[in-house]
C-alpha cells in the first residue's frame, strides 16, 4: 500500500479513529527505532500512516523522542506530506483554550535533541526560510473553516525543550517576542521532514495560557487534559474532512526537492557508512549506495 500522507499523533492523539487498520509495522532505522509501531490503513478511504509521537502510553518526554527514527519510518514507508498534531499552550488572549490553529513559523530553543539527519561525512543545509508547507497548511485552514471549526493560521510557535513547563518570566519574554504559540515538539520534526524532503503542517491544539497571565495559575498537566480530550475530536474532524481531498492532490511545492540545493560534499568524497545510512533521502542525487 503506498501511504502518500503521515499523521504524527501528540498528547490525547494516540489513535486515529476512523483509520481502517491494513497492518502495523515497526520499522528499524539507521537511527534506532521509533516511538512505536506505525499504523497503516485508510481514512475515509485515503491510505494514511499514523504514529503515535509518545509511543503507547505516552512514555517518551519530548526530548526522549526518537524524531529521526520517527520521519524516517515515515518516509520509508512512502509518506510525501506529513501533518501533525500538537498540544500547546497560547501567549496571547486572543488564542483561546479549545480552539486549534496552524502553525506557520518557529522559534527554536531546544538543546539536547538531534535534529538533523546530516553529519558524519555528509554535509546538508536545507532552506528553512518558510518551515511548513503552505499547500498542506491551505488545505487544513480551508477544510476547518468549512467544518466551522474554531481555527486560524499564520502562528508562530516558541519550542522549547521541556518537560518542565515554562516559568513566568520565560513565558512572558516569549509573549513579548510576538510569539503566538508554545509548545515542546514541532520544530525538531519540521526540521527532520524538511530534509527528508516531506511537506509539513502543524495542527496546534490550544490547551491552556501558559504563564504569562497573573490572575491564573501556571500550568499543571491535568488541566491540559482536560482541554486536549476535546480538542482531539477537533482534530479527528479536521483530519478527516482534509486527508482525503490532499492525498488525491498532486504536490505543487517545492518541498520535494528540498535537499537539491542543499547537499554540500563532493559525492567522491562520502564514506560508505555515511552513503548507505542516507540512502533513502540521497541516493536520487547521486550519493547512493552503487
Not at 38 to 45: C, F, N
Not at 112 to 134: Q, Y
Not at 247 to 271: F, I, M, Q
Amino acid at each position: 500500500m503506498n501511504v502518500p500522507i503521515g499523521i504524527i499523533g501528540g498528547s490525547g492523539l494516540y489513535r486515529m479513529e476512523g483509520l481502517v487498520l491494513d497492518r502495523t509495522e515497526l520499522v528499524e532505522t539507521p537511527f534506532g527505532s521509533p516511538s512505536g509501531p506505525v499504523h497503516l490503513g485508510t481514512l475515509d478511504g485515503a491510505p494514511v500512516a499514523f504514529l503515535a509521537r509518545h509511543g503507547d502510553g505516552h512514555r517518551f518526554t519530548p526530548s526522549e523522542v526518537n524524531y529521526r527514527a520517527n520521519i524516517w519510518a515515515l518516509k520509508f514507508l512512502g509518506a510525501e506530506r506529513l501533518i501533525s498534531v500538537s498540544a500547546v499552550g497560547s501567549l496571547q488572549a486572543r488564542h483561546k483554550p479549545g480552539e486549534l490553529r496552524l502553525v506557520d513559523q518557529f522559534i527554536d530553543k531546544t538543546r539536547h535533541r538531534k535534529d538533523t539527519f546530516f553529519g558524519e561525512g555528509l554535509v546538508a543545509h536545507v532552506s528553512f526560510a518558510e518551515p511548513a508547507c503552505a499547500h498542506v497548511t491551505g488545505a487544513l485552514l480551508a477544510a476547518g473553516r468549512e467544518l466551522s471549526l474554531p481555527i486560524e493560521g499564520g502562528a508562530l510557535y516558541v519550542c522549547m525543550e521541556g518537560p518542565a513547563f515554562s516559568t513566568r518570566a520565560e513565558s512572558r519574554l516569549h509573549q513579548s517576542w510576538g510569539a503566538d504559540l508554545i509548545g515542546m515538539t514541532q520544530v525538531t520534526e519540521a526540521r527532520l521532514a524538511r530534509e527528508a524532503e516531506l511537506c509539513y503542517a502543524c495542527i496546534a491544539l490550544v490547551t491552556d495560557y501558559d504563564a504569562w497571565r497573573e490572575e491564573e495559575a501556571g500550568v499543571d498537566a491535568a488541566s491540559v487534559l482536560e482541554v486536549m480530550h476535546a480538542n482531539v475530536d477537533k482534530a479527528q474532524r479536521l483530519l478527516r474532512a482534509a486527508v482525503p481531498a490532499l492525498s488525491a492532490a498532486p504536490r505543487p511545492c517545492a518541498c520535494g526537492e528540498a535537499l537539491k540545493a542543499g547537499l554540500y560534499t563532493n559525492p567522491d568524497l562520502v564514506p560508505e557508512d555515511a552513503r548507505k545510512r542516507l540512502h533513502l533521502l540521497v541516493a536520487k542525487y547521486g550519493y547512493g549506495t552503487p
